[in-house]
T-cell receptor, first 114, second 111 residues
């Protein structure tokens, strides 16, 4: 049982490039989340999904897109990367929604846009 | 949305009990209070959760007064490995989008 896995661990992008951050969970959780964490700051919710085919915006969705074709996978797409997207990205999953349910986090992807 | 306020940082020594208080004046009736721990270069990890009064597990205790406008995470006999950032979250039971991680409390434990 690997929990939540993310790839890649590190990536450097040039301004204007695109990339997809991969996230997979093997706990059969319905809910999945993408957060970003800037240096010294807390986590901000980018997008979340309540199940395959259903996604919704979080607090900071601009510049990102997501899709959820399977229960296990929740990729995050960056189009036209900008320096402001330099951050650490965490994917998480939970059995059910909301603060009452424990979120399991992946190890993160450290992204630098130059 | 229920906003939380925590101290930015705290220092303590090995073997001491550490109490981190979180203020959440606008907590709603259905909100649970959850604490996460984050080590450098790792994702946050669930520590403890409660709704009211006191909750204890093998890692920590959580004290919640009757008015629920604050909560205190208590770490007994801390060690160097407890050095981390601790986040207090107040979340609506059924809303995935209403969870807010604040800036957290950076706890440093010294020998």
């Amino acid at each position: 049982n690997a929990g939540v896995t993310q790839t890649p661990k590190f990536r450097i992008l040039k301004i204007g490039q695109s990339m997809t951050l991969q996230c997979t969970q093997d706990m059969n959780h319905n809910y999945m989340y993408w957060y970003r964490q800037d240096p010294g700051m807390g986590l901000k919710l980018i997008y979340y999904s309540v199940g395959a085919g259903i996604t919704d915006k979080g607090e900071v969705p601009n510049g990102y897109n997501v899709s959820r074709s399977t229960t296990e996978d929740f990729p995050l797409r960056l189009e036209l990367a900008a320096p402001s997207q330099t951050s650490v990205y965490f994917c998480a999953s939970s059995e059910l929604a909301g603060g009452a349910y424990e979120q399991y986090f992946g190890p993160g992807t450290r992204l630098t846009v130059t | 949305l229920a906003k939380t306020t925590q101290p930015i940082s705290m220092d303590s020594y090995e073997g001491q009990e550490v109490n981190i208080t979180c203020s959440h004046n606008n907590i709603a009736t259905n909100d649970y209070i959850t604490w996460y721990q984050q080590f450098p270069s790792q994702g946050p990890r669930f520590i403890i959760q409660g709704y009211k009064t006191k909750v204890t597990n093998e890692v920590a205790s959580l004290f919640i007064p009757a008015d629920r406008k604050s909560s205190t995470l208590s770490l007994p006999r801390v060690s160097l490995s407890d050095t981390a950032v601790y986040y207090c979250l107040v979340g609506l039971y059924s809303s995935a989008s209403k969870i807010i991680f604040g800036s957290g409390t950076r706890l440093s434990i010294r020998p």
